[in-house]
């Protein structure tokens, strides 16, 4: 374990702010081989701290003063040491990113998120800037999207499912010719939705920051009862139909920005079981800590309210995909 990881473990087992002091009295008894290591033994022998403690202190002072993981609070004294509320929010998602032992046999990498949740929660006004400079995405893509969300509270009409439908063919869903990918026709779209329309109402009503296991099964269900593509996987073409029925739990996925960006990996295994456990866990483990963030949430809320200047931030989920997006321009 490194010096950083024991400071990051002590501070998230406290409530409260520490002092480097009450860090190093820590260090001290539940780490001791990170007190009086060699590098504080020669500090003191060639003067440069008086003893062992103050070797330790300085040690503490150099890591939580120059790293954006902590928060030195330096209007008290001794200053009050914290983790920052970027880091909170990764510690969040890396204490709930274990996967059920059941699913275990499913994934052949636990894939780890906190890096890609720093990097978007660091670099949110940029990536967003870039991502509305770019211009990439408008005309059809943009009504039909616009189209969808706006008639969802009906899922079961014939209006809501033609944008829906409309909406995948002109994010590349329906490739023209011999290859690429295929959708299924509308009327078994369709169909399979209005199996599914007690279920997708239900899912209405939730949000993200209050899942539980019940409503991620109602979730799963919806997932599996979708149909929509016809070649090949369900992962991207089912996401993007869900969010447009349920844009505050499910984000779009796609393989050119979501899974390059988080997996650096575009391939999806071709099983619908395995899809959905890939789904969930993009979404619980880097959608939802990202969205979470109490800073960001409020950024991105103003943005979802400035629709004039920002008509693609049409929810807050979206709002982290259109970052992932922007973070690949």
Same mark, same amino acid.
């Given at each position: ?8 473990? &002590?501070? !998230?087992?406290? *409530?409260?702010?520490?002092? =480097? ?33 103050? @070797? ?21 004294? =001794?200053?009050?040491? %914290? ?9 969040? %998602? ?11 046999? *499913? ?12 990097? +978007? ?42 944008? /829906? ?15 690429? !990918?295929?959708?299924? %026709?509308?009327?078994?779209?369709? #169909?399979?939705?209005?199996?599914? &329309?007690?279920? /997708?109402?239900?899912? #209405? ?8 296991? +019940?409503?991620? @099964?109602?979730?799963?269900? +919806?997932?599996?009862? /979708? ?11 089912? %996401? ?11 984000? =779009? ?34 959608? &939802? =800590?990202?969205? !979470? ?22 929810? &807050? ?13």
């Amino acid at each position: 374990m490194k010096f950083s990881n024991v400071v990051k473990k &002590i501070l !998230s087992s406290n *409530s409260n702010p520490m002092s =480097p002091q009450e860090i190093g009295n820590q260090i001290k008894m539940e780490h001791p081989d990170f007190y009086g290591t060699p590098s504080h033994h020669r500090n003191v022998e060639k003067g440069h701290y008086k003893d062992l403690d103050c @070797a330790l202190l300085a040690q503490i002072y150099s890591l939580t003063g120059t790293s954006e993981v902590f928060h030195c609070d330096k209007s008290t004294k =001794p200053m009050q040491i %914290s983790l920052s509320d970027l880091e909170k929010t990764v510690l969040r %998602s890396s204490r709930g990113s274990e996967i059920e032992p059941t699913q275990r046999t *499913s994934y052949k990498k636990k894939f780890e998120y906190q890096d890609k949740i720093r990097n +978007i929660l660091s670099n949110a006004d940029n990536y967003h800037d870039v991502y509305y400079k770019a211009k990439t995405f408008r005309g059809p893509s943009l009504y039909f999207h616009e189209r969808a969300l706006a008639t969802r509270h009906d899922p079961a009409s014939l209006t809501h499912l033609e944008y /829906v439908y409309a909406t995948l063919a002109t994010w590349g869903m329906h490739r023209m010719g011999s290859g690429g !990918s295929k959708m299924c %026709s509308f009327e078994v779209f369709s #169909q399979s939705i209005q199996r599914l &329309i007690g279920r /997708v109402l239900e899912a #209405q009503t939730f949000d993200f920051r209050e899942m539980s296991e +019940i409503k991620w @099964a109602v979730l799963k269900e +919806i997932f599996c009862g /979708v149909k929509v593509m016809a070649s090949g996987t369900s992962l991207v073409g089912n %996401s993007k139909v869900m969010h447009h029925m349920l844009p505050n739990v499910i984000p =779009p996925i796609d393989r050119q920005y979501t899974l390059d960006f988080l997996r650096e990996n575009k391939n999806i295994r071709n099983d619908l079981e395995a899809e959905w456990l890939t789904m969930k866990e993009i979404i619980s483990q880097f959608f &939802i =800590p990202v969205a !979470s963030n109490a800073t960001f949430y409020l950024k991105a809320e103003q943005w979802v309210k400035t629709k004039k200047d920002y008509p693609w931030d049409t929810s &807050i989920l979206k709002v982290v995909d259109n970052l992932v997006i922007g973070s690949k321009k």
